[in-house]
Nanobody, 115 residues
Framework: QVQLVESGGGLVQPGGSLRLSCAAS????????MGWYRQVPGKQRELVAI???????NYADSVKGRFTISRDNAKKTAYLQMNSLKAEDTAVYYC?????????WGQGTQVTVSS
């Protein structure tokens, strides 16, 4: 069955770094766009970054220059490198696989930026 499993979240101090991973199985990973989203309680889930099957990337203005999305099709894994983290980056981070007719979501991983 289809699975997206996020990992790498945790507690980090402001200015620190984390790398999130999203391991995929059960579908043809290479043809799907992969995105990272985040959500805080009481707010809508928002797009953080996305990478197409061809490798084109796009970022939310709030994370440009600090976050980098990448993918390894051989490992069926997407990554989000997060540098210079701020308190406002605190959220549950979800990965999403977007296809022509189907989308899949992971279960989320908590990122907390606090001193």
């Amino acid at each position: 069955q289809v699975q997206l499993v996020e990992s790498g979240g945790g507690l980090v101090q402001p200015g620190g770094s984390l790398r999130l991973s999203c391991a995929a199985s059960g579908f043809t990973f290479s043809i799907y766009a992969m995105g990272w989203y985040r959500q805080v309680p009481g707010k809508q889930r928002e797009l953080v970054a996305i990478i197409t099957s061809g490798g084109t990337t796009n970022y939310a203005d709030s994370v440009k220059g600090r976050f980098t999305i990448s993918r390894d099709n051989a490992k069926k894994t997407a990554y989000l490198q997060m540098n210079s983290l701020k308190a406002e980056d605190t959220a549950v981070y979800y990965c999403k696989a977007s296809g022509v007719s189907r989308n899949f979501w992971g279960q989320g991983t908590q990122v907390t930026v606090s001193s």
